[in-house]
């Protein structure tokens, strides 16, 4: 009698445990899953380290394993529509399907990044020299000298086996920025970054860049920024191989080193996916390492003292990415993913990063681009059936030859952005539209610039015509072809019409 009692109550209470198991079971199988589809991100990898994301974004990917929010926000052209891009799942990857049927059958251009960190510090399209305070800034080509969104469709990939989009930048001009950024760090404060990008676009120009920048979009002078540049510019000279390589755009200057160039035994640093690293303490060090984003660990550029002139550093709180501190708009490349970190990370930290970037499964970066080509041509203008003429670096040019030589003679440089650039060949310089376009051309630069970049506009009765860059006016063969080109006008006629010939090379 005294023993059934006893197995009862034995009884009900192994069933009560066996329930409860029974009970936690499916809440830890659960947990599991969402651990293996959200295990920790980039950021979640940060802030163990002790130098927490404060500003971070991706296309492809949550960089929280709690993140569920948006991406970033698509526009399409057929009607000005906008859309949220988010996640399949928490902490998971990009679900990318609405946004192929959002953009079927029209354009989209990718208008914000949104910033993963409780900070909202999002990206939308840079406002270049548009904003209250930007009259420093390099114009951009969208309204009133904003810059404009990349094509969201114009970059494939896949991450994890699910289908995916980076940010390309690509057409000139193309930009983000947010110039009021929170909690990120400033002055001389020690910063981590880094991007996830691809040397299968880059360029020698100036600048293609992600990080702290100026919040004028202006030149504030050395040290006033902070980003991660990865391009071949080697503006100090000196530098070996082609590139492109890992640098710091600390303004004034893309740093592969505290002198400049880059190592002589690394010529370049290439991949479909190439992670990039750059971290300042704000007085004493720099440090730029480089990684395969889809495979092992990280190579070490550079680790010491700052370039002379920029200890300490002034970084102001702004975040950017795609063009240059004063929105230097002729760098291109990929973006897909990246962060600032408040914080000299660790190189355990950087490597449990990069760890986690090569678990992700980047793959299938597939799109390619012609590279810039070269043409010898010479210019008619309408406007009085002349050759446009480059005498030499003191004289503007002028259509004023009836025959063709060395002075009529330019080479044509299609870049693979939509643009051009003219170099004469009577004295090996580049035409320039000359303050900003407000006096006429003259061939006397050393190198491209936005002042020395054009688009090439083809009319309908198979001339050309050239709007430069930087004003966005059409260059015209002003008083019937009398007096020095200039780019001043705003719709085409005559005076704004070229006959463009191929020319023998001299």
Known sequence: MLVLPTLRRRTRLLIAFLLAVAIAVPVLGTAATHAAAASSGPCDIYASGGTPCEAAYSTTRAMFSSYNGPLYQIRRASDSATLNIGLASAGGLVASAPQVSFCAGTACTLTQLYDQTPNANNLPISPGSSCAGCSGALSGPGPNGADIGADAMALPITVGGKAAYGVLVNNIGTGYRNNAVRNVPTGSQPEGLYMLTSSKLTSGSCCFDFGSAETDDSDDGNATMNAIYYGSACWTGGCTGSGPWVGGDLENGMYFSAAGPNPSNIPSETGSFVSAWEKNNGTTNFTLKYGNGQSGGLTQAYSGALPGGYNPMKVQPSVELGTGGDNSPEGTGEFF???????????????SVQANITAAGYANNTTTFP??????ISLKAHANGKYVDAANSTTS??????????????TLVANNNNTVNLKARSDNQWVTAESSGSSPLIANRGGAGPW??????????????FRAYDNQHLVTAENAGA??????????GPWEEFDLAAAPSP
């Open 371 to 376: 590279p810039p080509t070269q043409s010898v």
């Open 337 to 351: 993913e990246g962060a600032v970190t408040k914080g000299f990370p660790t190189d355990a930290t950087e490597n």
């Open 452 to 465: 020395e970049t054009f688009y090439l506009l083809h009319n309908p009765d198979g001339s050309v015509s």
């Open 483 to 492: 007096s020095a080109l200039i780019a001043n006008r705003t719709a085409v």
């Open 397 to 410: 040019l002028i259509a004023d030859a009836t025959s063709v030589g060395t002075n009529e003679t330019f």
